[in-house]
């Protein structure tokens, strides 16, 4: 009996650890792509087809790199990954700015790196 209520309780210790790991785990881009939402809306008409590059940041465990494009935000993992990882970011953003009425569609695009659409 005390065998299963502790595995019971280690369990779902090791499932909320899980949860609030993975969370935590994308925050930083979230800050950076949040960031790059709200400039859109606030400071810059666009960031212009060419002029994005200077303004790209790399999040601090160089996981992510985010790059604003025009009026488009664009992420790309910056180690070889499956389409599956991919696949995986994608939702999780359109998750998170699910009711954000400033993003219009976050996708994948042809060159296989995320999309986050803000334009007008």
Not at 26 to 34: C, G, I, P, Q, R
Not at 42 to 63: H, M
Not at 81 to 99: A, P, T
């Amino acid at each position: 009996m005390k065998k299963t209520i502790l595995l019971k309780s280690s369990l779902v210790l090791l499932l909320v650890s899980l949860i609030i790991g993975c969370s935590l785990g994308n925050s930083e881009l979230f800050k950076e792509t949040d960031a790059f939402v709200e400039s859109l809306f606030t400071t810059y008409e666009s960031y212009g087809a060419l002029g994005g590059a200077k303004y790209a940041k790399t999040t601090n465990d160089g996981l992510y790199t985010v790059m604003p494009i025009g009026r488009l935000i664009n992420v790309k993992i910056q180690k070889v990954v499956d389409d599956e990882v991919y696949e995986k970011l994608r939702k999780s953003l359109e998750r998170h700015y699910k009711n954000d009425k400033r993003v219009n569609q976050v996708y994948i695009n042809q060159g296989g790196t995320i999309m986050i659409d803000c334009r007008n």
